[in-house]
């Protein structure tokens, strides 16, 4: 065996990874999901809901008017009513009601994609191609719309599908959420929602309205989830069965690896996440015989690998890489 | 921010108090909260029941009540965080009002906006938070924690600074401002206390209600934050507070209203009340007949109480061991 052809391929899995547009549109939703339960408590089991709704509301739209900008905004717009639909009713009551309602609400909207009676505008299983909507995207390059360009051993089209020009944008989105995060979570706006999540009686009891915040707090987790969708079918097509309570799962441990209730949190963890994912891919493919285990196996293995991993994080590091031990965010 | 009907004066305030008949539900010259036929049921016991209640504006008055009279479930219905039940039968429906306005179906945070601002006996100090930032949320006048302007720090800084400062200061006066970057959970039940207090001050509050403000705050601060709650009053705050300490009672409080069983059963000045029967009774049950304010009374009352307590145990014992006899004495029967 080529130790040196497994190393090469490895490196260049992690660059291609840590390139990868998916990634960023994890990153993005991770930031969202830590506005909700890092920083005010707020237990969102459903975070794929709100990718799966900006998602397949970008993309109906622009199927249909191959209008970006339209479809930018019915996906927001929609994870705004749909923050609103799963708060106004829960956000009164105990926090594991929204727990619930959240990962009904997010399974509802997955099911709904699936569904064949709504086939001429979702696709129902087949999904939405992405050569359907990622034109009106890819006419806003400012690089040649045809070609690929190729960067050491990187080689994407210029403008098209999952081309630089669309890793350009999902990372300048990625630095630009970081930012919005950091000077959301610094303000004393972002005070009241640290403590919401330490107390909401006391929060109330010095005049704050904690209804009100948390509803905030939702929409705008929610729009980072929204904006991840985007970024994400934009490289892909759309699925639902990719926007699942698997995603959900994936992002808190992105979230919870990096460190919740941190801005830098997110990204570190969804890094570590995914290069974690590449090398046991990797190194399983190359060093397991296929006799043991065969190719469909490995990303099951993985999987439990990364079971594992969540637990042991749980346990011995709850704070996460970057978290604080004296505020994390649940326990005590 | 001074005030007309506000008595700067504490004597000219003791002076009006005095004209005051001492009976509970009596009224007041210039009442700052007014409550009207408020009652709380848990199953089925009624917690509070008070029928009507007046409090002076600008006086130190002093709840108190043995335990589980209902004071603290009072204070959770005037503040908003419990909700009083419904009349029966068509009765009137309850009405508190404060600086003449209703705040009956009003949420906790709008009475906390009105000038009402409360403390908790089981103290909520936000223990992932430091004590600063404890102590700025306290603050009602920081525009930044609007949404809208939160990420545009130049409107907010210049208030952020001012708040800061006017934390420290307050930090200073409850022995904390060492503490000011630690986190909250690292401060020991007494601390916690003067925190929450602390935080509470920082709204300025119209009235400040203080559920046990000094339980296990060591005696030498509680000699200066007693102090400090005068000076408070001095300023243009009245202060209603529970207290079970009778000492702490009688030396800062201007007038005292007594609950027991969810009822309001006396009310006086407070060399008094201490001495109405019906207080005696609620205390102690009704065979005492002495000044509560004296503490050799409450000391004899437990060593009364000890002793009583000593003799019920031995006549248990006694009966434990006739009984084990008893069935000793059978079991050899059957064998
Ligand atoms: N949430 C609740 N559920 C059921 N019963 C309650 C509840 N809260 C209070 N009670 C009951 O109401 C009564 C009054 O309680 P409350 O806490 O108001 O007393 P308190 O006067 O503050 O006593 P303490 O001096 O011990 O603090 C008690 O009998 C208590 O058991
Ligand atoms: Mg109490």
Known sequence: MDVGFYFSTLFTDFGSTALSVITASYVIAAIGLNIHFGFTGLLNIGQAGFVLLGAYGFAITVRFTQNFWLGVVV????????????????????????????????????????????APFTGGTFGI????????????????????????????????????????????????SIVVSFLLVRSPWG?????????????RSLGKNVTVYKTQSLVIGGLFGAV????????????????????????????????????????LGTFLYWLVLVFLRDTIGFWVPSGILSQQQIPQITWIFV??????????????????KKELAFGD | MTDDDYDYDRAELRKKLD?????????????????????RRFGGIAAVDVDHLEVQRGSITALIGPNGAGKTTFFNLLTGFDIPDRPQNGGEKPHWEFQGRSLASTSAFRVAREGMVRTFQLTKALSAMTVMDNMLLGSQEQTGEKLSRSMLWPLWRGKEKAIRAKAEDLLGRFKLLEKKDDYAGSLSGGQRKLLEMARALMSDPTMIM?????AGVNPALTQSLLGHIQDLRDRGTTVLFVEHDMHMVRFISDWVIVMAEGKLVAEGKPGHVMQNQAVIDAYLGSHHDQDLGDDSVLDEDFATAVT???????????????YADSVRAQEGDEN
């Open chain 1, 75 to 118: 996906a927001l717009v929609a994870a705004v009513l749909f923050a609103l639909v799963l708060g106004l009713p829960t956000l009164k009551l105990r926090g594991d009601y929204l727990a619930i309602v959240t990962i009904a609400a997010a399974e509802i909207l997955r099911l709904l994609g699936d569904n064949q009676l709504l």
């Open chain 1, 129 to 176: 191609p992405g050569s359907a909507f990622s034109k009106p995207f890819s006419a806003l390059s400012p690089f040649p719309q045809n070609g690929l360009f190729q960067l050491g051993p990187f080689n994407y089209p210029l403008s098209e599908g999952d081309s630089w020009w669309l890793r350009i944008v999902a990372w300048g989105i990625v630095a630009l």
């Open chain 1, 191 to 203: 005070r009241v929602l640290r403590g919401i999540r330490e107390d909401e009686d006391a929060i």
């Open chain 1, 228 to 267: 991840a969708g985007i970024v994400n079918v934009l490289a892909t097509s759309v699925s639902a069965d990719a926007m699942g309570r698997t995603l959900t799962f994936e992002l808190y441990t992105c979230l919870l690896l990096g460190g919740a209730a941190t801005v830098f949190g997110p990204l």
């Open chain 1, 307 to 324: 079971g594992v991993g969540l637990m042991l994080l749980v346990i011995f590091r709850p704070q996460g890489i970057l978290g604080n």
């Open chain 2, 19 to 39: 004209k005051v008949d001492e009976v509970p539900g009596s009224a007041k010259p210039n009442p700052i909260l007014t409550v009207d036929r408020i009652t």
């Open chain 2, 210 to 214: 203080l559920d046990e403000p000094m």
């Open chain 2, 308 to 322: 009583q307590e000593d003799a019920e145990l031995v006549k248990e014992k006694e009966a434990l061991e006739a």
